[in-house]
């Protein structure tokens, strides 16, 4: 089955002890990128990637990494996670880039992440 | 900012059609539409896209108005699954692939 799937779907954490969230496709998909969600400002970009060794900030990149080592992972860091990056985080992939006018552009999401820092 | 404009919630009886808007005034002619529902708090799910021409799929319809500023996402039979929050989204920018989401439309499908 085509997935993206995101770990851990729940964690709650202390300020400033690294975290490491995980996102894996099985769809050999070049493109992925990073979302956060919160009430009232809806979904942002964090970060995206558009191949291996490939990636780029988005409009919220503060306080994350990321690292695209493989075609299938792109997993999100915060080194030094703050209360402000509470949040719901999702991972999405495509074939490539969506918007580029090539046919099966559709992205696909991960189940997201609920990240509480206290 | 997303260049789109949706209204913030509609509602629909189960069984009829429902006909959500985005307006997309400044479009330009190598921009894609895309629709995207997001149901709970679950990852967004692709629904359709389309640049010109009026699409369908098994899910839905897509309607662009000829100038473009404008389009319809048309759920043919909504059903209670279909309680989601709807985004309309105008690929911009020259990096590819980046999806910009706005308010989106809170549609409520009731019994």
């Known amino acids: 089955e085509a997935q993206v799937t995101q770990n851990p779907r729940y964690l709650i954490t202390v300020t400033g002890k690294k975290l490491t969230v995980t996102c894996s496709q099985n769809?050999?998909?070049?493109?992925m990128s990073w979302y956060r969600q919160d009430p009232g400002l809806g979904l942002r970009q964090i970060y995206y990637s558009m191949n291996v060794e490939v990636t780029d900030k988005g409009d919220v990149p503060e306080g994350y990494k990321v690292s695209r080592k493989e075609k299938r992972n792109f997993p999100l860091i915060l080194e030094s996670p703050s209360p402000n990056q509470t949040s719901l985080y999702f991972c999405a992939s495509s074939p490539n880039g969506v918007g580029s006018g090539r046919l099966n552009t559709e992205a696909f999401f991960g189940q997201g992440t609920r990240l509480t820092v206290v | 900012d997303a260049k789109t404009t949706q209204p913030p919630s509609m509602d629909c009886a189960e069984g009829r059609a429902a006909n959500l808007p985005c307006n997309h005034s400044t479009i330009s002619g190598n921009e894609y539409v895309y629709w995207y529902r997001q149901i709970h708090s679950q990852g967004p799910q692709y629904i359709i896209h389309?640049?010109?021409n009026n699409e369908t799929n098994e899910m839905a319809s897509l309607i662009i108005t000829e100038d473009r500023k404008s389009s319809t996402l048309i759920l043919p039979h909504a059903t209670l699954r279909d309680t989601a929050v709807y985004y309309c989204i105008v690929n911009r920018g020259s990096t590819l692939g980046r999806l910009y989401f706005g308010r989106g439309t809170q549609l409520t499908v009731w019994p």
């Open positions: 389309g640049l010109k």
């Open positions: 769809m050999n998909h070049e493109y």
